[in-house]
């Protein structure tokens, strides 16, 4: 029992040293998008999250960073009115850095900073309730941030590609997230009225530099082309 003991210990142990020497998950240096309004980083794209070896240990502009360590002027932070209640806990950090640049502002990531984050603490992986907020607030974020030529064929493409997933969950037998995409379609279209009150309130939107979007679908390159490092990724 004490040999056991000690043996799973040291494991578990070991796990959070590796651990450690990663990048954090939730915003890894520093966050992008794709071209589809998709959200990743430099250091974890879907569940691959680099070891950090210094190669991100430089200060740049970065389309999101982290809600779990961002730092904002006050006034701005006002004069964006904030972070929107409605998403609650997911992409909500992602939907006001995309308003500072429609504003004409930058968000930028500095690697000597040092923040302690734990992950999950709201809602555990696996969760459907995770799963309802990711498909639903994506959706409402391209819907309030989205150039409107840009709108009218992301947001049916995103929608058909939520469709494939959700059938994908259904042949998995995974149930919860099946009826946690449907519900968060359902949930979407009832908040479009909000939303399109939410675009009014954007007063300027100005391009954004064409390196901080891929221009290119991060999961196509991820899952086809198997390019699943940030510098495998081509901006250009």
């Not at 040999?3 to 450690?20: I, V």
């Not at 520093?30 to 309004?37: A, E, H, P, Y």
Request: glycine fraction near 8%; charge should be positive.
């Amino acid at each position: 029992m004490i040999l056991k003991f000690l043996t799973t210990g040291y494991s578990h142990l070991l796990q959070e040293w590796n651990r450690s020497l990663k990048f954090e998950y939730a915003g890894a240096a520093g966050g992008f998008i794709d071209i589809l309004g998709y959200a990743f980083c430099r250091g974890r794209i879907f569940d691959t999250i680099e070891k950090d070896n210094g190669q991100y240990d430089n200060a740049c502009k970065v389309f999101w960073g982290s809600g779990a360590a961002l730092l904002v002027r006050t006034e701005l932070f006002k004069q964006a009115k904030g972070l929107d209640a409605k998403f609650f806990a997911h992409m909500e950090e992602i939907d006001l850095c995309w308003r500072f640049w429609r504003m004409g502002y930058e968000v930028w990531y500095e690697p000597l900073s040092t923040i302690y984050h734990l992950g999950g603490g709201t809602l555990a992986q696996g969760n459907p309730h995770k799963t309802f907020l990711n498909y639903r607030n994506s959706l409402m974020m391209i819907f309030k941030n989205l150039k409107t030529r840009e709108l009218i064929w992301i947001l049916p493409l995103r929608m058909i590609l939520d469709g494939i997933s959700a059938l994908k969950c259904l042949m998995d037998k995974n149930i919860g997230d099946f009826k946690a995409i449907f519900r968060a379609h359902i949930a979407f279209y009832q908040l479009i009225p909000y939303t399109i009150s939410c675009r009014k309130q954007i007063k300027s939107r100005k391009s954004i530099s064409s390196n901080l979007i891929l221009k290119s679908s991060i999961a196509w390159l991820y899952f086809v082309k198997k390019k699943k490092v940030f510098d495998k990724l081509d901006f250009h």
